[in-house]
């Protein structure tokens, strides 16, 4: 028995959206992630392709820093040199906050010299297996002077990039945002501006005068919870790990009596 002509056609469009992306742009398979190990810091360059969103001198679409949770990228220490990453880039959050160095030679309005961007975003459409999709401002730092909008209308280029640790402004302090929707039974936390690897892949919290450390869960993109029935009044110090294995502990950083959709600052040399 012959199949009828609109099941032909579901068949059809089912593997067209497997070969596809949602807006028409053939689907890549994604590169190895690229970790913080050693040989992830050498000076080994990798090949990857870069477009650019938002303003062209802007740090993307109203500076929210997208799939991370970050808020206000266009601002210090991030200063719009930021980018969305594809998968093994982004790694499902994982990759938020580290930093990578580019550079292009081609086409003629591209210095050559490497810039440095810090992962802020996901790239839900890569057009390679390594994809950054920079902030306008980013894109157009691999430029000459005065070149960056001609570079800009090459709207995409072959770059080469590898990563790098991040290194921050001397003065820059870690910063501990309690997201909005943080209440006495539920703390959402992000964690960033870090040195180093930049990224964080562990969370534990503990309320002040007690030995036990909770671990907090990953939520989405660069936002760490926990949920219990028991009051979280504080004042809470937090230690958080880097995908390298680095373990930091910062006593106290969140107070007693800490507010949502507050920032809370590390002090002394973290």
Same mark, same amino acid.
């Given at each position: 028995?012959?199949?009828?002509?609109?099941?032909?056609?579901? %068949?059809?469009? %089912?593997?067209?959206?497997?070969?596809?992306?949602? +807006?028409?742009?053939?689907?890549?398979?994604?590169?190895?992630?690229?970790?913080?190990?050693?040989?992830?810091?050498?000076?080994?360059?990798?090949?990857?392709?870069?477009?650019?969103?938002?303003?062209?001198?802007?740090?993307?679409?109203?500076?929210?820093?997208?799939? /991370?949770?970050?808020?206000?990228?266009?601002?210090?220490?991030?200063?719009?040199?930021?980018?969305?990453?594809?998968?093994?880039?982004?790694?499902?959050?994982?990759?938020?906050?580290? /930093?990578?160095?580019?550079?292009?030679?081609?086409?003629?309005?591209?210095?050559?010299?490497?810039?440095?961007?810090?992962?802020?975003?996901?790239?839900?459409?890569? *057009?390679?297996?390594? +994809?950054?999709?920079?902030? &306008?401002?980013?894109?157009?730092?691999?430029?000459?002077?005065?070149?960056? !909008?001609?570079?800009?209308?090459? &709207?995409? %280029?072959?770059?080469?990039?590898?990563?790098?640790?991040?290194?921050?402004?001397?003065?820059?302090?870690?910063?501990?945002?309690?997201?909005?929707?943080?209440?006495?039974?539920?703390?959402?936390?992000? *964690?960033?501006?870090?040195?180093?690897?930049?990224?964080?892949?562990?969370?534990?919290?503990? !309320?002040?005068?007690?030995?036990?450390?909770?671990?907090?869960?990953?939520?989405?993109?660069?936002?760490?919870?926990?949920?219990?029935?028991?009051?979280? *009044?504080?004042?809470?110090?937090?230690?958080?790990?880097?995908?390298? &294995?680095?373990?930091?502990?910062?006593?106290?950083?969140?107070?007693?009596?800490?507010?949502?959709?507050?920032?809370?600052?590390?002090?002394?040399?973290?």
């Amino acid at each position: 028995k012959m199949a009828s002509s609109s099941s032909v056609l579901l %068949v059809a469009a %089912v593997l067209a959206a497997v070969v596809w992306g949602a +807006h028409g742009i053939p689907k890549v398979p994604p590169g190895p992630n690229i970790t913080a190990s050693p040989a992830s810091y050498g000076n080994k360059w990798l090949d990857a392709k870069t477009t650019w969103y938002g303003k062209p001198t802007g740090a993307g679409p109203k500076d929210n820093g997208g799939a /991370c949770g970050y808020k206000e990228v266009d601002k210090a220490p991030f200063h719009g040199m930021t980018s969305c990453g594809n998968i093994p880039i982004f790694k499902d959050g994982r990759g938020c906050g580290s /930093c990578f160095e580019l550079k292009c030679t081609k086409p003629e309005a591209c210095s050559g010299k490497p810039t440095i961007v810090t992962i802020t975003d996901k790239n839900e459409e890569p *057009i390679a297996p390594y +994809h950054f999709d920079l902030s &306008g401002h980013a894109f157009g730092s691999m430029a000459k002077k005065g070149e960056e !909008q001609k570079l800009r209308d090459a &709207g995409e %280029v072959e770059i080469k990039f590898r990563r790098v640790k991040c290194k921050y402004p001397p003065g820059t302090k870690v910063n501990f945002h309690v997201e909005k929707s943080s209440n006495e039974n539920y703390l959402a936390l992000v *964690i960033k501006f870090l040195q180093g690897d930049g990224d964080v892949v562990g969370v534990d919290i503990k !309320q002040k005068g007690e030995d036990k450390w909770t671990e907090l869960n990953e939520s989405w993109g660069a936002v760490w919870r926990i949920d219990t029935p028991h009051k979280l *009044i504080g004042p809470f110090s937090v230690r958080y790990t880097t995908e390298g &294995g680095t373990k930091t502990t910062v006593d106290d950083v969140i107070p007693k009596g800490w507010k949502p959709d507050t920032s809370y600052e590390a002090k002394g040399g973290y």
